[in-house]
């Protein structure tokens, strides 16, 4: 399935260009590359200045597919199998 605004949420992230919009850490703000792995509560992003390993929940991310989507960190503050469970039951 191609990853789309809709479908964002309940998407494996892992491969996605993202930069992060919003944090409470202030030297995480502005972080931006590619998704390298993802667990349930950290983003771990492939940047010029090495991996950083960031928080999803209080930060908010700008993934983008083809262009920019924000997405709060709470929300997908779940493992990408949850989140696919997620859908699942939404759908039946």
């Known amino acids: ?19 992060v919009a919003f944090s409470t850490d202030p030297t995480q703000i502005g972080v931006e590359g590619r998704v ?3 667990t349930t509560k950290t983003l771990l992003i492939s940047t010029t200045d090495g991996d950083k390993m960031i928080p999803k929940q209080n930060s908010k991310f700008a993934f983008y597919i083809p262009h920019e989507v924000s997405v709060e960190g709470n929300a997908i503050l779940l493992s990408p199998e949850e989140r696919l469970k997620r859908l699942q039951r939404r759908r039946h």
């Open 36 to 38: 390298i792995d993802e």
């Open 1 to 19: 399935m191609k990853v789309n605004v809709s479908n964002l949420l309940y998407h494996n992230l892992v491969g996605l260009e993202v930069r």
